[in-house]
């Protein structure tokens, strides 16, 4: 079946540049643990005078600055909005396709392009076989080109209606990359049709469609591209909790790294027990740092292919959460409790001596890039926060938070968040945490958080 995205699931009888010195960052300590609650965080005070701007409606799936740092560009509302981050004026509102979702926003190197990928999910249909039942989801997706400057659409990159989930541009420009699937693997497939997640390269200027990248039945939802130019990494993701993946792929969530000039396929790191969020190398080229729903923190060596270290503690101890819940007003749902927290986004440092975790709880994380210690951490003004729009705390399925390795201690949430901690609320496609992207500016001193709320807050890095 060509042209649209395909799923197939089984189930046996059911289914100014930044203002400066307006924001810091804190150094902290506390140990890391692997597969185990952590300790309660240092209590340290919030980040201050930090500069906020309400962009959008509710979350944020993607912030990206400007190769000059001048300028944010944010996905929300349907729209990707444009900010000057000198005078914090809207310069642009760029509008999606009709009905689809923008995941992914980014600039070209030279600063004057801006591209967006967007999705939707177009229909879902299903079929009883025997004490099976079959069920079909069809995806849509396509790349918008924008002049940098004027907003203007260049062009539109459809490659037979593939999803278009991230973005990445090489470091010289030459090629835009594209995370898609599931791909049906037969044009003249009708029914149930195998499909694969992929990268799909692209010539910058030209805009053609040079090679494909194959990955394996698991959609890729994350992408990066290494600074010396020669590698890609993809990372594979289930679509909403479950959608996009054949049942036996489930538990097998890897990074794939490609060859960027031969687009062969070099190596799969496997290791992650759910799906990957993030994916960022280091300046140099010589580590890749991974981060899934499992709250495991990934660092590999790209010339040796070896899992250097594994870190796990991006989760709120239960001791956080009951204060965190006893502090919430009963009358009132401005800041019910945060998820238990996994890393939804990733940086390194400009100097490679930090890993930078934007986690689901909106608390920013560093780890030392060698050792994965946690070195510090960084709460926002006004944390907690959240938005009800959200996965708060997904408990079934191959996203559920807690892995099978640990079974946290039941926590009773008093109040009328109760349900909010429990269930997952809010119309496709569904995101999980409060902060939802977050981007290292180009001069590496300020972080750009998307949250939630659909605010974007900048938070200056001492």
Not at 122 to 144: A, M, P
Request: proline share 6%.
């Amino acid at each position: 079946m060509c042209g649209v995205m395909l799923a197939i699931f089984a189930a046996s009888g059911h289914m100014k540049a930044p203002i400066a010195n307006r924001a810091f960052a804190q150094d902290g300590k506390a140990k890391a643990q692997d597969s185990r609650p952590s300790a309660p965080l240092p209590a340290e005070p919030p980040a201050k005078n930090a500069v906020v701007f309400s962009r959008h409606a509710d979350y944020i799936p993607s912030v990206a600055f400007s190769p000059d740092g001048k300028r944010l560009a944010s996905a929300g509302d349907n729209s990707v909005k444009v900010t000057d981050l000198e005078t914090g004026k809207e310069l642009l509102k760029l509008k999606n396709s009709r009905g689809m979702h923008f995941f992914s926003v980014a600039y070209s190197p030279d600063g004057r392009t801006l591209v967006g990928a967007q999705s939707m999910l177009k229909e879902r249909s299903s079929r009883r076989t025997g004490d099976t039942t079959i069920t079909t989801f069809v995806y849509h997706g396509e790349v918008l080109v924008w002049d940098a400057q004027t907003g203007q659409v260049k062009t539109r990159l459809n490659d037979d209606n593939g999803t278009a989930w991230a973005l990445a541009f090489s470091p010289d420009g030459k090629w835009l990359a594209i995370a898609t699937g599931p791909t049906p693997q037969g044009k003249d497939c009708k029914n149930d049709c195998p499909a694969f997640g992929e990268i799909t390269l692209w010539e910058a200027g030209d805009w053609k469609l040079i090679r494909r990248l194959r990955a394996s039945s698991t959609p890729i939802r994350a992408i990066a591209f290494s600074p010396d130019g020669q590698l890609i990494a993809g990372g594979s993701c289930l679509i909403d909790g479950g959608r996009g993946t054949a049942f036996e792929e489930e538990s097998r969530f890897e990074v794939f790294l490609w060859d960027a000039q031969s687009g062969d396929l070099k190596q799969k790191l496997p290791g992650h027990i759910k799906s990957i969020t993030s994916l960022a190398f280091s300046p140099d080229s010589r580590l890749l740092a991974s981060a899934g729903y499992d709250r495991n923190l990934k660092i590999w060596d790209c010339r040796t292919y070896e899992l250097k270290k594994t870190v796990s503690d991006m989760m709120l101890s239960v001791e956080e959460m009951q204060t965190i819940a006893d502090a919430t007003s009963d009358k009132s749902e401005k800041n019910p409790a945060p998820p238990v927290s996994w890393l939804n986004a990733l940086s390194f440092s400009r100097d490679g001596k930090r890993v930078i975790g934007g986690s689901g709880d909106s608390i920013i994380r560093f780890y030392d890039s060698e050792s994965a210690k946690l070195v510090g951490v960084l709460k926002p003004p006004g944390w907690p926060f959240f938005n009800t729009f959200a996965m708060i705390y997904p408990t079934t399925g191959a996203d559920s938070a807690a892995p099978p390795v640990y079974s946290p201690t039941p926590v009773i949430i008093r109040g009328s968040n109760a349900g909010l901690f429990l269930r997952m609320r809010g119309r496709w496609p569904f995101h999980s945490g409060s902060l939802n992207s977050m981007a290292l500016s180009p001069d590496g001193k300020t972080l750009a958080v998307g949250n939630s709320d659909g605010k974007i807050r900048l938070l200056v890095l001492k």
